[in-house]
């Protein structure tokens, strides 16, 4: 009998909190909304799966261990059925000291929440969320559906010189192409009571990352906060959503082309608003026309280590990227020191991190590095997951190759290695497709696509 149990965590850090996602500080004084992670407990008798969806930037690693170290007395919880995902909001707290590769700044200033404090805050509220999610597990029966809204947008344009800029201006004589195709759709899952048919929890995945108020002073859970707040005024206060992001490497909720004047502001609250209702209004509406309808039959669940090659720098990168610093370093002074150099004029700041990856990765010996992905279904329905910010393309070819089954892609799932660009990502280079924003190159891709495919196909 398959069991489901939902419940919501708050994590906002206590006192003024540094915020993740930009590369310069952003202090937040207080909180414009709290920050949720909203746990799922599942249960069929043989298998125990437990998910969090958490408002945050990404998953670190460390986050993992403190909340399997918080459940392991109390729940059959381990590395190898626990799931946190994140929304990828740019409004929530750093948990590890981190310091800019761009300025050499430390992201976290003293006078604000600590690192250590910040994850405290939010492993408890993860446990928290988990612990309830299976106290109240219940009989379920699960329905599935898929709103074909447009979300994310395609945030890479293409020019005639043959590159490729993130959010680069469509108003270019040069312009071209968005280099991938915009978002969607949306896969929706429906959890309902088995006696009673009440609704008990919505699963929404949606390809399009929550960072509409990225560079905003405050904490926010950003459109997922307005998804939650509509579904429940409109499905009941009880109903809990369980927020995951489909693959949106290259996707945004910033429309590069064709924004008219008077529509909302997609970097504002008006734009949040805006694209939350749009996912909630398609949660409400399918809820009456559900596509097919699972009892529990034909659960399974498996979990991978998968080894991918490490993005390391060619000797020629190298010595190119070198002598450009040594070109630098006549001019701005030896150290380099960037907000010096901005101040002076400086204004190469994507080339200028690349050259300091290019240098760094060629002194690495580090050959490979392992990430952990899981696969689950039900009946006719499965859910995949990585770590990356993965570009939609990958998605794409792993749902082509399981045709007749509705795939839930899951991003930014327990750990963070940046980016996965594709082959023509990197080709057209941009933030987001070169060395400095990711660990693994395309071929990293190539593999995730194989295992996850291998996964999937064992689990049917």
């Known amino acids: 009998m398959l069991k489901i149990g939902f419940a919501e965590g708050v994590i906002t850090p206590p006192g003024r909190v540094s915020l993740s996602g930009q590369y310069e500080i952003r202090v937040s004084e207080k909180p414009a909304e709290d920050i949720l992670a909203v746990g799922m407990a599942v249960s069929t008798g043989r298998d125990n799966l437990f998910w969090a969806a958490c408002d945050l930037c990404f998953i670190e690693e460390g986050l993992l261990d403190d909340v399997v170290a918080l459940l392991k007395d109390v729940l059959p919880v381990s590395r190898e059925n626990l799931i946190l995902s994140a929304t990828h909001i740019h409004t929530g707290p750093y948990l590890s000291d981190t310091v800019s590769g761009l300025n050499g700044n430390h992201m976290i200033p003293e006078d604000t929440t600590s690192a250590d404090d910040c994850r405290r805050a939010v492993a408890e509220g993860i446990a928290h969320a988990l612990r309830n999610a299976y106290a109240g597990r219940r009989a379920c029966v699960v329905e599935t559906a898929v709103a074909r809204v447009r979300t994310g947008v395609s945030r890479r344009i293409h020019y005639t010189n043959e590159k490729t800029v993130m959010y680069g201006h469509v108003t270019r004589p040069d312009f071209v192409r968005s280099e991938s195709r915009d978002g969607g759709p949306v896969e929706l899952c429906y959890v309902r009571e088995r006696d009673s048919g009440k609704l008990y929890g919505v699963i929404a995945d949606v390809p399009c990352p929550a960072q509409v108020v990225e560079n905003k002073y405050y904490i926010s859970p950003d459109y997922f906060g307005v998804v939650r707040r509509e579904v429940r005024a409109a499905l009941g206060e009880d109903v809990k959503v369980l927020g995951l992001i489909g693959a949106a490497g290259d996707l945004s909720p910033h429309v590069l082309l064709g924004h008219y004047p008077g529509e909302p502001n997609d970097r504002d609250e008006d734009g949040r608003e805006a694209l939350g209702k749009r996912v909630a209004k398609a949660i409400v509406e399918h809820a009456a026309h559900t596509l097919t309808r699972y009892d529990g039959e034909d659960y399974a669940q498996s979990f991978r280590r998968v080894r991918l090659p490490f993005w390391n720098s060619t000797k020629e990168d190298r010595d190119a990227a070198e002598a450009w610093l040594s070109e630098l370093r006549a001019q701005y002074g030896e150290d ?43 009946g006719k329905m499965a859910f995949i997951t990585n770590p990356f910010e993965l570009y939609s393309e990958y998605a794409d070819r792993i749902r082509a190759a399981m045709r007749g089954v509705q795939l839930f892609d899951v991003q930014l799932a327990c750990g963070y290695p940046g980016y996965l660009a594709t082959v023509r990502g990197v080709r057209g280079e941009g933030y987001s497709a070169t060395i400095f924003s990711g660990q693994t190159p395309p071929a990293g891709g190539e593999i995730l696509v194989r295992e996850s495919i291998e996964m999937l196909r064992e689990l049917f």
């Not at 901005?342 to 050259?355: H, I, L, M, P, Y």
């Open 336 to 378: 380099l020191n960037y907000e010096k150099m901005v101040r002076e004029g400086f204004r190469d700041t994507f080339r200028f991190s690349k050259a300091l990856a290019d240098v760094e990765r060629y002194r690495e010996t580090q050959e490979y590095f392992d990430i952990e992905i899981f696969a689950v279904r039900i």
